[in-house]
């Protein structure tokens, strides 16, 4: 549960990391009485933030967790929509599922939903998606763009675009997306994708984007089927990552494209889409439940669709599969 109280002592020690704040002001800019100042102060040290104290000066900040609790992720956020309601829990069987839960019940535009470790997450076709405790992102976001349900998979790749982009931003690597919804840091998937929907037959109600990036994971965290083809931030970077930083990142990136989507259209989404694509004029196996097309990626549809063209020169639309470089 979001506390408004903790959210602004929070945002007033954060503003002035470097003065001390009385109890009194404490009390005034959150509205309540001195000594549940206190108390929420001791709350947001059970959260790992570190607060001094000093008599007759009063409260400052000195350290923060590396959470993605509600409180954490509200600092310095510069969105306006995405993530200004946080459903945050520390152990989940899945957000993806909360997140359906919230939507169906009338959660607003831009719910992020969030856990420090999910015990039953979901990957694309319903395969498992490992996500220990305290290492990477696991998120869901909802959005409720006034759209036909059809848009729903471009949203896949526009949040594939935010992600590589925040990424980029945060680290300092270069990820590169493998068709429809992975991204790769050296050829191994260090993000999934999985994009569901709720919908009426001619729009959409809500769009549940769910993102799992593996931030500061070492080898030993993957099982051993993994341990070949997955990699995390860290790794490649060859230091600890800030998961706190990566959230915020990814929801001003998101934001910002979600408002260029609605106000320009799909195609210079694609165009950034297809700069970051690994696949792109390369010849892959796309592997479908019909069987297997080999040919030369040629790019992505204005539907998000991919375009493969095999060896006597036809253009196949390929919807769902897995792709094999
Ligand atoms: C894939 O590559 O198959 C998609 C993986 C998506 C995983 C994320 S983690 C947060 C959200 N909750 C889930 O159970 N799955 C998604």
């Not at 002592?9 to 503003?15: E, G, I, R, V, Y």
């Not at 009390?27 to 040290?45: F, T, Y």
């Not at 839960?101 to 420090?116: F, Q």
Request: glycine residues 8%.
């Amino acid at each position: 549960m979001q506390s408004v109280i903790r959210e602004k002592l929070l945002s007033a020690l954060s503003d002035s990391p470097d003065d001390f704040l009385s109890g009194q002001a404490l009390a005034d800019i959150a509205g309540c009485s001195r000594a549940a100042v206190w108390k929420h102060i001791e709350e947001l040290r059970k959260e790992g933030f570190v607060l001094e104290a000093v008599r007759k000066k009063g409260y400052r900040i000195i350290g923060s967790p590396d959470s993605v609790t509600a409180n954490k992720l509200k600092i310095g956020l510069k969105t306006k929509t995405l993530g200004q309601y946080i459903h945050y829990e520390e152990t989940v069987g899945s957000t993806q599922k909360v997140a359906h839960e919230l939507a169906a019940n009338g959660a607003p535009e831009g719910t992020l939903v969030i856990a420090d470790e999910q015990t039953d997450g979901r990957g694309r076709l319903m395969r498992e998606w490992h996500s220990s405790k305290g290492t990477g992102v696991w998120m869901s976001l909802i959005l409720k763009p006034l759209l036909p349900p059809q848009k729903a998979p471009q949203f896949t790749l526009i949040a594939a675009v935010a992600v590589v982009q925040a990424i980029q931003e945060t680290t300092g690597l270069e990820p590169q997306i493998k068709w429809p919804n992975d991204i790769l840091i050296n050829g191994k998937k260090a993000t999934g994708i999985l994009t569901e929907l709720q919908a009426e037959p001619d729009k959409i109600s809500s769009i549940i984007i769910g993102i799992g990036m593996n931030v500061n994971q070492t080898q030993e965290h993957f099982p051993d089927e993994l341990q070949s083809i997955a990699t995390s931030y860290g790794m490649v970077a060859g230091r600890s990552l800030s998961r706190s930083d990566i959230v915020q990142k990814v929801l001003e990136r998101m934001e910002a494209l979600y408002e260029l989507y609605m106000a320009k259209g799909f195609t210079p989404i694609k165009l950034m889409w297809e700069s970051y694509a690994v696949s792109i004029g390369k010849r892959i196996t796309a592997r479908t439940i019909n069987g297997s097309i080999e040919g030369y990626a040629r790019g992505i549809t204005e539907e998000g669709v991919l375009q493969i063209e095999d060896d006597t020169g036809q253009l196949h639309h390929i919807y769902s599969a897995d792709i094999e470089l």
